[in-house]
């Protein structure tokens, strides 16, 4: 089959669609590469983890304390 005229231009075919294919996902990790480059040493000097504040204790109308204001500060931005 392969030998037959069919049978090369499916050939032709598939290989115009594997090396489009594989310009997209080299044009995709040229953009993904470039976007990372340029904003690395910001996002390197980005907060990740910070020392919680501590919770605040506040009494309710009856009078008995209540926890608000918790923040675990796992992530700043």
Known sequence: ???SEK??????HYLSVARRMRAYSTSLHRHWYETVESQLL????RTLLVI???AR????VTGTA???DVTLG???S
């Open 1 to 3: 089959m392969m030998d």
């Open 7 to 12: 049978g090369r231009e499916v050939k032709a």
């Open 42 to 45: 910001a996002l390197l000097h």
């Open 52 to 54: 919680p504040q501590p």
């Open 74 to 76: 796992l992530y700043q």
């Open 66 to 68: 209540a926890l608000t």
């Open 57 to 60: 204790l506040s009494s309710n």
